[in-house]
């Protein structure tokens, strides 16, 4: 787990005005909060910011968050709320961590190996491309990676089949899948296309 250093000041006004006057001052509004703590009301300078999440994406972020005149907290980026277009910040919380407690983060799935149906003429398709994983900080994976080299035309890995070790759990209620290697396009093989459709639909309704 990899730790970011970030500085924020406290905040004492509150409401849209105040949200409004911090974000034409090149800030964002934000709150930290946790079980054990009363929520810190800061805000983040957008440039800084801007840059953590152009240099390390969204997904399971854990900060060592600095507040003026406060001792370090460590917390985990919880939710980013931007505006409709998804061009500015409007509201960064941030959720403060036990580190011998599980916490729930979504990580990215990435694909290994060279498929053996792709090489058949068949088409990798990526159901899920992010997992939620339940773990301790220190144990947060950068991505969850599936091996797909031994794959067939119609083979697919369901979350069932991925296996993260005993301090990584992946939550799920039903075995949805996550990629598959459907046939080439024009195949006359229905069945593994009504598999494929059903995988969309099912990764759609989830």
């Given at each position: 787990?990899?730790?970011?250093?970030l500085?924020v000041?406290k905040?004492?006004?509150?409401?849209?005005?105040?949200?409004?006057?911090?974000?034409?001052?090149k800030?964002i509004?934000?709150?930290?909060?946790?079980?054990?703590i009363?929520?810190v009301k800061?805000?983040i300078?957008v440039?800084?910011?801007d840059k953590v999440?152009r240099?390390?994406?969204?997904?399971g972020?854990?900060?060592?968050?600095?507040?003026?005149?406060?001792?370090?907290r460590?917390v985990m980026?919880k939710?980013?709320q931007?505006?409709?277009?998804?061009?500015?910040?409007?509201?960064?919380?941030?959720h403060e961590?036990?580190?011998?407690?599980?916490?729930?983060?979504?990580?990215?799935?990435?694909t290994?190996g060279?498929?053996a149906?792709?090489?058949?003429?068949?088409?990798?398709?990526?159901?899920?491309?992010?997992l939620?994983?339940?773990?301790?900080p220190?144990?947060?994976?950068?991505?969850?990676?599936?091996?797909i080299?031994?794959?067939?035309i119609?083979?697919?890995?369901?979350v069932?089949d991925i296996?993260?070790?005993?301090?990584?759990e992946?939550?799920f209620?039903n075995?949805f899948?996550?990629?598959?290697i459907?046939p080439?396009?024009?195949?006359s093989?229905?069945?593994?296309?009504e598999a494929?459709?059903a995988?969309v639909a099912?990764?759609?309704?989830?």
């Amino acid at each position: 787990m990899e730790l970011i250093e970030l500085s924020v000041a406290k905040r004492e006004s509150t409401g849209k005005g105040a949200a409004r006057r911090l974000r034409a001052d090149k800030a964002i509004p934000g709150i930290v909060y946790g079980a054990k703590i009363e929520p810190v009301k800061v805000s983040i300078d957008v440039n800084t910011f801007d840059k953590v999440i152009r240099d390390n994406g969204t997904t399971g972020l854990f900060f060592d968050l600095k507040i003026q005149g406060e001792t370090s907290r460590m917390v985990m980026l919880k939710d980013i709320q931007m505006d409709p277009f998804g061009l500015r910040y409007l509201h960064i919380d941030f959720h403060e961590i036990d580190m011998d407690a599980k916490v729930s983060i979504v990580v990215p799935v990435e694909t290994e190996g060279v498929c053996a149906g792709v090489k058949e003429g068949g088409m990798l398709q990526i159901i899920r491309r992010e997992l939620e994983v339940l773990c301790k900080p220190k144990d947060t994976p950068e991505s969850v990676k599936l091996d797909i080299s031994k794959l067939e035309i119609g083979d697919s890995i369901h979350v069932a089949d991925i296996d993260l070790g005993t301090e990584i759990e992946i939550p799920f209620d039903n075995n949805f899948t996550v990629v598959t290697i459907v046939p080439p396009a024009g195949s006359s093989d229905d069945n593994e296309g009504e598999a494929e459709e059903a995988g969309v639909a099912e990764a759609a309704a989830e």
